[in-house]
């Protein structure tokens, strides 16, 4: 059986040679490159089944490289690691084709759980995979249309509704603060604006109800949590 090939593009050196040993005795035959503005040519010439990019890099940014990567192959799995907390950057990095974002510091177990359900999703997917696109449990998420579907109904989401949507995917199994959301996607977290809120969550938790393993969960004086 051939082994998984998976591009790694990291400049912390030292952070980036334990993660690519530890890929390899997973089984994968990693190339890891340092410098952003290489990553693309390592690519083509690698042919990788996966990539997995650092945020920061020297001479050409992840989301960059990805832009780029997208171009070549519309349906490589891309991972987005990075320091950087700021949401707007998560929404960033789906507009820029990725599939994945995960936050340093991050533990070897998850990264290889991300990695594999990346890799499992390419390959249940039943057509090529669009680069606009994520899976949500049962459903499709088509990002730049603001179209959700589970195969039989196609909902139009209004520009928020798509937009927290996206944040909460982005954030997935973390606790996001009521007034980031606030902020990022209203501009300030006015009483009005959070109790607009309230109501774009409950519109969300029921266009999502067909699918039992998805929740929208209220962390009581914080937050939400997006549990898939």
């Known amino acids: 059986m051939s082994k998984i090939k998976l591009l790694y593009v990291e400049d912390e050196l030292f952070l980036g ?28 010439k690698t042919g990788p089944d996966i990539c997995v990019l650092d945020v920061m890099l020297p001479n050409k940014d992840g989301f960059t490289i990805a832009g780029e990567i997208r171009n070549i192959d519309e349906t490589v799995p891309i991972i987005f690691l990075t320091a950087k907390t700021q949401t707007e950057d998560v929404l960033k990095g789906f ?14 177990e998850e990264l290889i759980v991300r990695i594999q359900n990346a ?31 589970d195969g039989k109904e196609n909902r139009k989401l209004s520009f928020r509704e798509s937009e927290l949507l996206k944040l909460l995917y982005g954030n997935r199994d973390k606790v996001i603060d009521r007034k980031d959301i606030l902020n990022l996607l209203w501009g ?40 898939i």
């Open 95 to 108: 507009s820029s084709g990725g599939n994945d974002y995960i936050r340093k510091p991050f533990s070897m």
């Open 188 to 227: 300030n977290d006015s009483f009005f604006n959070s109790r607009n809120l309230d109501v774009y969550v409950t519109k969300l938790r029921s266009y999502l109800k067909e699918d039992p393993s998805l929740e929208i969960i209220t962390i009581k004086g914080i937050g939400y949590r997006f549990v």
């Open 119 to 149: 890799l499992h999703a390419k390959r249940d997917s039943p057509e090529p995979m669009e680069t606009d696109s994520v899976l949500i449990g049962k459903f499709t998420f088509h990002l730049n249309r603001q179209l959700l579907t």
């Open 17 to 44: 040679k334990i993660v690519k040993e530890s890929l390899e005795t997973r089984g994968f035959e990693v190339f890891m490159e340092s410098d952003g503005a290489k990553a693309t040519a390592l690519f083509k």
